[in-house]
């Protein structure tokens, strides 16, 4: 299994401001991704975090307003860029080593709420 | 495209009953399946993992199993207490290796 810290846990930031989350797991990882949970709903997935390149996006997202990086095999960030009420949701990270039969594991989430 | 379907949405039961949450696919060529615990503004737990050539999963009062061929698994929980009170999501695996979620079960005990 893999331990995963995921910071900050909940934020409140002000429109057209910016929000970097960050994810830290306990041991190297081969896959890092990061989902999107609006209120009430299930989870969507924002891009697959690549280490040391540019993250795979998923159509709807774009690198301009969720830039993310990653550093190494046990670390990535997030950022929510350009607020605005609409992007008020839980984001989470997600690791898994990469393999078919492979297990996910997720961070305890950041709730932002933009006003 | 995978499709990944969870009834009932909301589920409310006195404590002590065993209750049933059923998750439905619409592309059978899974990797695997994995049941999941939120609660509420957090993140997942994973609670159970089976993959494509197994049946059934258990651990301790979960119990999850899966029919690949006809689409289904089923989460079964025994002896329901207020502290199971989340919402359960499923999540398979398949081409491409990501996850599909469903909307999740909202799971009410009441003492």
């Known amino acids: 299994s893999a331990v995963i810290s995921q910071k900050p846990s909940r934020d409140i930031c002000q429109r057209g401001t910016s929000l970097t989350i960050q994810c830290q797991v306990d041991s190297q990882v081969t896959m890092m991704f990061w989902y999107r949970q609006q209120p009430g709903q299930s989870l969507t997935l924002i891009a697959t975090a690549n280490q040391g390149s540019e993250a795979t996006y998923e159509s709807g997202f774009v690198i301009d307003k969720f830039p993310i990086s990653r550093p190494n095999l046990t670390f990535s960030t997030l950022t929510v860029s350009n607020l605005s009420p609409e992007d008020s949701s839980i984001y989470l990270c997600?690791?898994?080593?990469?393999?078919?039969?492979?297990?996910?594991?997720f961070g305890q989430g950041t709730r932002l709420t933009v006003v | 495209k995978q499709e990944v379907t969870q009834i009932p949405a909301a589920l409310s039961v006195p404590e002590g009953e065993n209750l049933v949450l059923n998750c439905s696919f619409t592309?059978?060529?899974?990797?695997?399946l994995q049941w999941f615990r939120q609660d509420p503004g957090k993140g997942l737990t994973s609670l159970l993992l089976i993959q494509s050539s197994q049946r059934e999963q258990t651990s301790g009062r979960l119990n999850a199993s899966l029919d690949k061929s006809s689409g289904r698994s089923t989460l079964y929980i025994a002896a329901s207490q207020p502290g199971d009170s989340a919402t359960y999501l499923c999540a398979v695996r398949n081409a491409g290796n990501m996850l599909t979620f469903g909307g999740g079960t909202r799971l009410m005990v009441k003492p």
């Open positions: 592309d059978s060529a899974i990797y695997n």
């Open positions: 997600s690791v898994d080593q990469g393999w078919i039969n492979t297990e996910a594991f």
